[in-house]
T-cell receptor, first 114, second 109 residues
């Protein structure tokens, strides 16, 4: 079976542009997480969905960041008016209902804002 | 809040044993994970501990002491391919794993 997929793998944006990052989780995985990873750092939590419900968005750094998962499967992370400090790898992970279940990570989207 | 601390970098020799430590402070505890991440790739699951003690899985073992807020990952018979970043992640009261900054392990011949 397929793992978690993300697209695009690489995105270059000019400062001020809007971007949309897509995540296709493993089929049947209820939980979906978005993380931001800067070079040399661990993944920083952004937001968490259980099915279509966004249960925690405390990690979103500003109101320019928005995430959705309307049908409880594919998720999109949108960043409006991108800034240079948004440059990072954005990781998506899915799992069975959260708890002691391992997270399966996608390959990430490397966003570079010029 | 949660605070996770692990060394930034370690080096070891091929064939040797290395222990990577992780200390944490959390509000609530629902388990500790270790992940391996090669450069430019996604993290992959290594282990999960929720009870005190040692969990062994092949060349990798993970230990947890909840009273001390301490875990370690033990890698035996090191191979060059083990050169990677090792991430400690703690699941707190919200069940959402919080990651440390990772330990970059360099294995040399």
């Amino acid at each position: 079976g397929a793992g978690v997929s993300q697209s695009p793998r690489y995105k270059v944006a000019k400062r001020g542009q809007d971007v949309a990052l897509r995540c296709d989780p493993i089929s049947g995985h209820v939980s979906l997480f978005w993380y931001q990873q800067a070079l040399g750092q661990g993944p920083e939590f952004l937001t968490y969905f259980q099915n279509e419900a966004q249960l925690d968005k405390s990690g979103l750094p500003s109101d320019r960041f928005f995430a959705e998962r309307p049908e409880g499967s594919v998720s999109t992370l949108k960043i409006q008016r991108t800034q240079q400090e948004d440059s990072a790898v954005y990781l998506c992970a899915s799992s069975l209902p959260s708890g002691g279940n391992e997270q399966f990570f996608g390959p990430g989207t490397r966003l570079t804002v010029l | 809040g949660q605070n996770i601390d692990q060394p930034t970098e370690m080096t070891a020799t091929e064939g040797a044993i290395v222990q990577i430590n992780c200390t944490y402070q959390t509000s609530g505890f629902n388990g500790l994970f270790w992940y391996q991440q090669h450069a430019g790739e996604a993290p992959t699951f290594l282990s999960y501990n929720v009870l005190d003690g040692l969990e062994e899985k092949g060349r990798f073992s993970s230990f947890l002491s909840r009273s001390k807020g301490y875990s370690y990952l033990l890698l035996k018979e090191l191979q060059m391919k083990d050169s990677a970043s090792y991430l400690c992640a703690v699941s707190g009261g919200s069940y959402i794993p919080t990651f440390g900054r990772g330990t970059s392990l360099i294995v040399h011949p």
